[in-house]
T-cell receptor, first 112, second 113 residues
Framework: ELKVEQNPLFLSMQEGKNYTIYCNYS?????LYWYRQDPGKSLESLFV???NGAVKQEGRLMASLDTKARLSTLHITAAVHDLSATYFCAENNAGNNRKLIWGLGTSLAVNP | DAGITQSPRHKVTETGTPVTLRCHQT?????MYWYRQDPGHGLRLIHYSYGVKDTDKGEVSDGYSVSRSKTEDFLLTLESATSSQTSVYFC????????????FGQGTRLTVV
């Protein structure tokens, strides 16, 4: 079964702390996407990772891709309240690249 | 922002009635998708389209049908709405398969009573 597993699914952290969200996937795809969703809103693209070793950074968020380990990470540096949201990873389905396979999302709450 | 519009944004309907949701894009993207989002289930693919009149089922297609007669419009129809179809529905578009990201519409909150 093709699946994408994110962990943790829920994360409560203090402002100023660092943390990493993990995204494990099951196929041989080398395309991985990260999205952010604020409560009651739509999904917004954060990062597109297209090759092994790819690293992208935007502000306090940094995403990386290790295709050999089938693992992507989203690292949060010095968290602030504005980062509170749900973060999804999705991989391109290597067997049918028209479709994305989604993780369940990580609900992040950053507390003062 | 990607030009993608869903309508209606909110709808309440009665069990057993047909409902059609519309997704309209101005990006001329080839691929269009309908997802539903429910707590604890993440995003689940209902149907998708890879061209005009070309559609395929997703993982939760039972009770849903789609049509794409023009590049810009992708319609999702609930043939006879049930309470289990109460959900938030998202449309997404992609310019190509493989290495392109998806862009999402604002969502439609559907309540079946």
């Amino acid at each position: 079964e093709l699946k994408v597993e994110q962990n943790p699914l829920f994360l409560s952290m203090q402002e100023g702390k660092n943390y990493t969200i993990y995204c494990n996937y099951s196929t041989t795809s080398d395309r991985l996407y990260w999205y952010r969703q604020d409560p009651g809103k739509s999904l917004e693209s954060l990062f597109v990772l297209l090759s092994n070793g790819a690293v992208k950074q935007e502000g306090r968020l940094m995403a990386s891709l290790d295709t050999k380990a089938r693992l992507s990470t989203l690292h949060i540096t010095a968290a602030v309240h504005d980062l509170s949201a749900t973060y999804f990873c999705a991989e391109n389905n290597a067997g049918n690249n028209r479709k994305l396979i989604w993780g369940l999302g990580t609900s992040l709450a950053v507390n003062p | 922002d990607a030009g993608i519009t869903q309508s209606p944004r909110h709808k309440v309907t009665e069990t057993g009635t047909p409902v059609t949701l519309r997704c309209h894009q101005t990006e001329n993207h080839r691929y269009m998708y309908w997802y539903r989002q429910d707590p604890g289930h993440g995003l689940r693919l209902i149907h998708y389209s890879y061209g005009v009149k070309d559609t395929d089922k997703g993982e939760v297609s039972d009770g849903y049908s789609v049509s794409r007669s023009k590049t810009e419009d992708f319609l999702l129809t609930l043939e006879s709405a049930t309470s289990s179809q109460t959900s938030v529905y998202f449309c997404a578009i992609r310019g190509g398969a493989g290495n392109t990201e998806a862009f999402f519409g604002q969502g439609t909150r559907l309540t079946v009573v």
